[in-house]
């Protein structure tokens, strides 16, 4: 079934998925990692409840990573406008009005799906 939209494919899906439920090694494999995660987790989660000062140095750790990474976007989007800008000063002045605003839809089409995706 080459052909993803053969009408038939609803049931090779349903027919594959029936296979991946009779593979009982994957299961236990599934299960035994899902209970290694979970026991992995308390041990933390116990690790840093007895350790509030630790606890509270990873929670400062995180949140400045997060900011880092903001940051970062921050700047990439301040050099990405800095190169259109340079691109357009560097245009003929007859083509530069035509693109500037071709430019500017673009930034705001992408800005608007970041947004999108954020919220």
């Known amino acids: 079934m080459a052909d993803d939209s053969s009408?038939?494919?609803p049931?090779?899906?349903l027919l594959k998925g029936s296979r991946d439920l009779?593979?009982?090694e994957e299961i236990v494999r599934e299960a035994i990692r899902d209970v290694v995660k979970?026991?992995?987790r308390h041990?933390?989660?116990k690790t840093l409840k007895d350790d509030p000062k630790l606890a509270h140095d990873l929670r400062e750790g995180v949140r400045g990573l997060l900011e880092?990474?903001?940051m970062e976007y921050a700047a990439l989007l301040r050099v990405g406008a800095l190169?259109?800008?340079l691109g357009l000063a560097a245009v003929p002045?007859?083509?530069r009005s035509k693109l500037t605003a071709e430019v500017v839809e673009l930034f705001s089409r992408e800005l608007g799906q970041i947004v999108e995706k954020s919220l």
């Open 7 to 9: 009408p038939g494919e």
């Open 11 to 13: 049931l090779a899906t």
């Open 22 to 24: 009779l593979n009982p």
């Open 38 to 40: 979970d026991e992995i």
């Open 43 to 45: 041990h933390l989660e």
């Open 68 to 70: 880092a990474r903001a």
């Open 83 to 85: 190169t259109a800008r």
């Open 93 to 95: 002045e007859e083509l």
